[in-house]
Nanobody, 115 residues
Framework: QVQLVESGGGLVQPGGSLRLSCAASGSIFDISVMGWFRQAPGKQRGMVATKASGGATNYADSVKGRFTVSRDNAKNTVYLQMNSLKPEDTAVYYC?????????WGQGTQVTVSS
């Protein structure tokens, strides 16, 4: 089993920044991908950013140039630095890890961008 603990969500004004963190524990040998998805009310969950163990990153078009995903492999932790936040970034953000072809999800953390 894999456990994921997220932190860092909250309320921020448009143009502001937030940093999300997700620490993985348990049977976490060979984590191949770590990343973030998000789900806004009435919408499907979608990929925000992912980072593979080899370093390759993937971003949703809507966040390119504003969000940065990073990993600390020694701590089994993935981060999402979110800058220039917009109201449309408001959603529940979910941490995701792929371990030996099996995906695991965090409990989700709310990010609200509003003045």
């Amino acid at each position: 089993q894999v456990q994921l603990v997220e932190s860092g969500g909250g309320l921020v004004q448009p143009g502001g920044s937030l940093r999300l963190s997700c620490a993985a524990s348990g049977s976490i040998f060979d984590i191949s991908v770590m990343g973030w998805f998000r789900q806004a009310p009435g919408k499907q969950r979608g990929m925000v950013a992912t980072k593979a163990s080899g370093g390759a990153t993937n971003y949703a078009d809507s966040v390119k140039g504003r969000f940065t995903v990073s990993r600390d492999n020694a701590k089994n932790t993935v981060y999402l630095q979110m800058n220039s936040l917009k109201p449309e970034d408001t959603a529940v953000y979910y941490c995701y890890v792929l371990v030996r072809a099996k995906g695991y999800w965090g409990q989700g953390t709310q990010v609200t961008v509003s003045s």
